[in-house]
């Protein structure tokens, strides 16, 4: 396990907890209302690797969007969407951050430039591209980051987008969750090239590979690649190296992966790493820790209250958005 | 020098004088696409842009489908105004993706949100001897996709206008411009500057039947129209225009006045935009039909290459005129 780097505070490293906290206690909840009937659909836990949604977001600025994919909760929290828009849009309801329209896999926030999770692996990355165009071609400071698992290396849109970002020198930030599973198929079985920095690297495109287990890592290769970015020098492809403690949906049986190694990978997870550093550091104690598990479940609680007292889009409204009703911004 | 009214202009000179006015009326547009630049368009319609208004806004693309009509979406939610150009309606499959499942869905999923003010102009059809990768005719699988707008025009005015109010519209529009109209010449009138995006227009007026048609095939019907008039056939002629939506309205309108209809459309009938057409008139119009409906379509083949064969698959006059005379039965 890592050092904590020089220089965090009390305070700081509180802060982190508490954020991949927020994440992991509204998604435990969630799981629950997937059981209970609450949440229908498709429902990807992001458990496990909260530490890369946590790090990306200390470094995102109000100017800078993002393009999320299908297992986004994390990225949403991270970013500042409220919990209780956020339960109501997987509940389906008018309050919904979406209007109830999306649904777990696609949260959208126009306030928090948060463009949506998308649910077509490396649909997403042509987006970013246009986002950080229009940012480019206006003279903004405004970066493109945009998520994606390892699966999508194997799409077309992945290549095509690699070669335009650099082509174009676009402030993307390409940010690769590899947690070596596209839903049931491991990396080596579906790559002949498993080693998606090199991809990346082939097309011009700046990378590295992170721990994505580590949010003190992950929050400063962020922090590097933001900053080329904004100088003018193009896109960076970061490859965090993660993984999702639980099954890819909540219909997965996971009978591809032993148990093993997910209780492997379960013993450095991001929150348990972050809290042991902590501690050894006397920066926390587990009482601390007690409290801010039970804040986050209060807000999640409270999440959950927002959701059940919404209300249900009324039928009349069916055809609603599917073309705009207001200009275009 | 910009053409005015009156002057006389080939559709391709009418595009690009449509995308030369919205590039200087707002610095907000750009043209993204394979060979828009220094090639000057695979079509020639953008030659001599990229010299006028350079290439931050006259943008030539790797051969990425894919990736820049998603860039042109991404930058249309992001605040810009992009023309993407897809070089064929064929290339653009290669691009679906973006277009049917997220252009057309965003605003919808993200509860108005994100609108999506992109166009997406691509030349359509066949009659070049480009055979069957580059001769298609796939309006009405977009057609078919609730969140689009799509759009043929088949005259100068509306080559020339219709840009204005697509780029105008919140919504993702796709502009279909014929690959065998692009060298044609005609009048560019008053009309040009004001034309909508959702109407379609009576081309020419008719007492005895209706064809209803929209883009290269309109004039394949004024040719047969002017034949039926030979024989004391008077036929209207309506021009779609817009394929998504569909003006339900100018199409009862004017079956009502003639009681006869024949469609003709250069996709291929199956599940056809004929189709769609015939059985609005079918569901709201039943009553006020002659005659069964009839339909000129493409051959249900891959357009093939040699001329003949590529002629044969195709409406052409002397099958609509047939297809009238049948429609008219005893009436004639």
């Known amino acids: ?329 | 020098m910009t053409p005015g009214p009156g002057s006389r202009i080939t559709y391709r000179e009418a595009v690009k004088q449509g995308i030369r006015e919205a590039l200087a009326r707002d610095p907000r547009v750009f043209l993204i696409g394979e060979d828009v630049g220094r090639y000057g368009g695979c079509f020639a319609v953008s030659k001599g842009l990229l010299d006028e208004f350079g290439e931050e806004r006259i943008r030539d693309t790797p051969l990425s489908e894919s990736a820049f009509v998603g860039a042109g979406i991404g930058a249309a939610m992001a605040g810009m105004r992009p023309i993407v150009e897809i070089m064929t309606v064929n290339f653009s499959l290669l691009a679906i993706d973006q277009i049917v499942n997220n252009a057309a869905t965003l605003c919808h999923m993200s509860g108005g949100q994100f609108p999506v003010p992109v166009v997406i102009r691509m030349a359509t059809g066949a009659g070049r001897q480009l055979a069957a990768q580059h001769s298609h005719s796939f309006e009405a699988w977009y057609a078919h996709v609730p969140g689009l707008r799509v759009v043929e025009p088949a005259t100068i005015d509306d080559a020339r206008g219709m840009l204005r109010p697509a780029l105008e519209s919140p919504d993702p529009v796709i502009i279909f411009e014929p690959i065998s109209l692009y060298n044609m010449e005609g009048e560019l009138t008053d009309a040009a500057a004001s034309v909508d995006l959702s109407h379609a227009r009576v081309h020419r007026s008719g007492r005895d039947v209706t064809l209803i048609t929209y883009g290269a095939s309109l004039w394949r019907c004024v040719t047969a129209a002017e034949e039926l008039a030979t024989s004391g056939i008077d036929a209207e002629i309506v021009d779609l225009r817009s394929l998504r939506p569909l003006d339900d309205a100018a199409i009862l309108g004017s079956v009502r006045r003639t009681r006869r209809v024949v469609i003709v459309d250069e996709g291929w009938r199956t599940g056809s935009l004929s189709a769609e057409v015939a059985m609005r008139i079918v569901e709201q119009g039943f009553y006020d039909l002659d005659a069964p409906i009839g339909r000129v379509c493409t051959e249900e083949v891959p357009i093939p290459y040699p001329k003949h064969l590529e002629d044969a698959a195709l409406p052409d006059a002397a099958r609509i005129v047939a297809a009238v005379r049948r429609t008219m039965g005893d009436a004639q």
């Open chain 1, 1 to 329: 396990m890592s050092e904590l780097p020089v220089g965090i505070t009390r305070e700081r490293g509180l802060h982190l907890l508490r954020e991949m906290l927020r994440i992991r206690q509204f998604e435990a909840r969630c799981a629950e209302l997937y059981g209970a009937g609450k949440i229908r659909g498709f429902l990807h836990l992001y458990d496990g690797e909260e530490a890369v949604a946590v790090g990306v977001m200390q470094v995102l600025g109000t100017g800078d969007s993002i393009v999320s994919t299908y297992r986004e909760h994390g990225h949403a929290i991270a970013r500042g969407i409220e919990l209780g828009p956020l339960m109501a849009e997987l509940y389906g309801r008018r309050a919904g951050c979406s209007g109830g329209r999306g649904g777990s896999m696609h949260i959208f926030d126009a306030a928090t430039r948060f463009y949506g999770g998308n649910a077509i692996v490396g649909g997403g990355l042509p987006l970013a591209l246009g986002i950080a165009l229009a940012e480019k071609m206006r003279g903004g400071r405004g970066l493109a980051a945009c998520f994606f698992g390892e699966g999508a290396a194997a799409e077309g849109e992945f290549h095509e987008s690699m070669n335009l970002a650099a082509l174009w020198r676009l402030p993307v930030l390409f940010l690769c969750e590899n947690n070596l599973y596209a839903m049931g198929t491991a990396l080596a079985r579906s790559e002949s090239q498993t080693d998606i920095q090199a991809k990346a690297t082939a097309y011009g495109v700046r990378a590295a590979v992170v721990d994505g287990m580590d949010v003190f890592a992950v929050e400063a290769a962020v922090r590097d690649a933001a900053a080329f970015a904004r100088a003018g020098n193009g896109p960076t492809l970061l490859e965090f190296r993660t993984y999702r403690f639980r099954a890819h949906s909540m219909f997965d049986a996971q009978l591809y992966r032993d148990k093993a190694e997910v209780e492997e990978w379960r013993r450095h997870g991001p929150v348990i790493s972050l809290t042991t550093r902590l501690k050894a550091a006397g920066l926390m104690s587990e009482e601390d820790f007690q409290r801010i598990e039970k804040e986050a479940d209060a807000e999640v609680q409270a999440a959950v209250d927002f959701a059940e007292q919404s209300d249900w889009e009324p039928v009349a409204d069916l055809a609603r958005h599917v073309y705009a009703e207001v200009a275009a911004p």
